[in-house]
């Protein structure tokens, strides 16, 4: 298993090891699990019954405590598909390569969360699902952008092939989030300006903004918690694959000395 | 085992995979065992499947981009642009923003009627359909519709919140503001 040696992503997995560990958590993930666990909890005591309901919006604002971490979470995954990318091919390393595909993958889930709260906040406020103006236009190249990235680690190639090509779509495809998240400065629309980020006075104030940032923070802990999972889990099944492989060689090898 | 390890990681179809000192010679005739097999039937309809989806999203982003650059960059116009450019505009289908003006809004057989007002110039509007909860004076909207004559014919009124949050609190020091600058002015 010389493999395993050179492309571990820490001295802890000797070359040669057999046993695999049956699971992915450990004792960081556990408590990451917990606080965000207790932390949802929190969430929802705080957004649903201790927030007042908004002035115009009503009980509307409380999707706010949702759709503003999640797209958070899933812009800090995209940036650490893009950071993962980089690094992968500066050090061509499994590690930097699966951590960009395990942290997009993630964040792909975040983004669609995003649309599908943004899309029921803007059927209340707006009075309509979906308009093609340019914060959602933007957004939606973004997720077809994400998703393409995930589609590609799908076509079967080597994994140096795999990790390039999906590096470089991880790398170009960042640049759309200033974009997107600057389109409601730039260009007229429907979606509202930005709420908390990028305004040095927020637009809120008292339990709402307390909220808002607590929503941020489980929301990041969470993130967190499944990006170490779904990273354990591909390294995992990278090393299942390359067992098949020596498998179906040493196969063919005894049939070789057969016949 | 260390100084000679087992070519696990060596492509049996490489050149020198005979020259491999102390491993039996293989035998490398095309198999139909099954893990061949899995390879070869598994492999195309895979590879096939991922590049379609693949050109399946980039179709969809050049829609997606084609549609949103035409209509993003001019989301709506403001009423004042919109009356300058009501000869431009006649016959075609847009969107409108402005404020509702208060004391405006009237109930019709088969909607509301109302004014809008941006950059000074107002709209009368004919809005067919009931309009949205957060419907009222003073709110900003965006009007899908065309111009009739003088007045702008609307089917669907869009509410444009801004990112401003008002704890929804009787007493909040910003109420009794407003009050007040009411009170002087009237």
Redesign the interface.
Known sequence: MTIDGTLSPSGADAPGRSTAPGSTSSRATRVLGWTSLVGIAALVVFGLWITPPDAQLGETIRILYMHVPTVSAAYVAFIITAVGSIAYLWKRSEFWDLLAASSAEIGVLFFALTIFNGMLWGRITWGVFWRWEPRLTTTTVLFLTYLGYLAVRRIPTSARTRGTVSAVIGILAVVNIPITHKAVDWWRGLHQEKTIFGTVDPEMQGTQLFTAYLGLTVFLVLFAWLLIHRFRLAWLTERAQERSLDEAIAERRAEGSAS | MDVN??P??DD?ESPDAEELGG?????LSP?T?R?AEDARSG?SP??VL??G??VL??I??GV??F???Q??????YNVDEAVERRDDLAGDRFRM?GNVVPGSVETTDDGVSFVVRYGGAEVPVDHVGDP???FGPEIPV?LEGQFVGERFASD??????????????PERIQQAEQDAQQGAAG
């Open positions: 390890p087992p696990v990681s049996p491993a039996p010679p293989l035998d198999r065992a893990h492999r895979r590879a991922a590049v989806a693949v999203v980039v969809a982003l997606v981009l549609n949103g650059l209509s993003a960059s001019t989301f709506f923003q949205p909860e957060l965006v669907e009124i869009l509410i444009r919140h801004d990112n401003e949050y008002d704890e929804a609190n």
